[in-house]
């Protein structure tokens, strides 16, 4: 059945330079609206990225070409930008823009940076993969909190005095 669902979702959204695939529990489509909806343990993945989340649903172009993904419930996530930044994390929606090749997060966001663990909460993350640009809003008047991992360098031993 998956397997139906892959080839009905290539045949439905036609090809990319980087296939976006995506298998659910279900799938439903309305290909003259250009709307896919896939619930139940979805696993979409584009090239080294790879989004979890209980419901997506993508909308196409006339031509049949992705022109937004957004995803719901529970979503994990990570991504690679074109400079190789690696992010991982949490939020209950996502957006993914592929014109725009940015992601947007929302509600309890909570996204680090894996090569140096930068890490940060909000209610809006947003990060575009092509320039490697990030920023973040908050809600309810809380503040954005960014966690930055700090090495201590220095070689001295504590308490020795010469």
Do not use: W
């Not at 139940?40 to 993904?69: C, F, L, Q, W």
């Not at 949490?90 to 663990?117: C, G, H, I």
Request: with cysteine.
């Amino acid at each position: 059945m998956k397997k139906i669902i892959y080839i009905s979702l290539l045949c439905a959204l036609g090809l990319y330079a980087e296939e976006l695939k995506v298998l659910s529990d279900n799938f439903r489509a309305d290909q003259p609206q250009g709307v896919s909806i896939f619930t139940g343990n979805v696993i979409v993945t584009k090239g080294h990225d790879e989004m979890n989340a209980s419901k997506v649903t993508i909308y196409t172009d006339s031509n049949r070409k992705p022109t937004k993904m957004v995803a719901e419930g529970d979503v994990s996530f990570y991504i690679v930008t074109e400079q190789k930044e690696k992010y991982r994390g949490k939020s209950q929606r996502a957006v993914y823009l592929p014109n725009e090749k940015e992601y947007e997060f929302y509600t309890k966001v909570d996204l680090m940076r894996m090569d140096d663990f930068r890490r940060v909460k909000g209610d809006k993350v947003i990060v575009n993969t092509i320039n490697g640009h990030a920023s973040a809003d908050s809600a309810n008047n809380e503040p954005v909190m960014m966690i930055f991992t700090i090495q201590d360098n220095d070689t001295t031993k504590k308490g020795s005095s010469k």
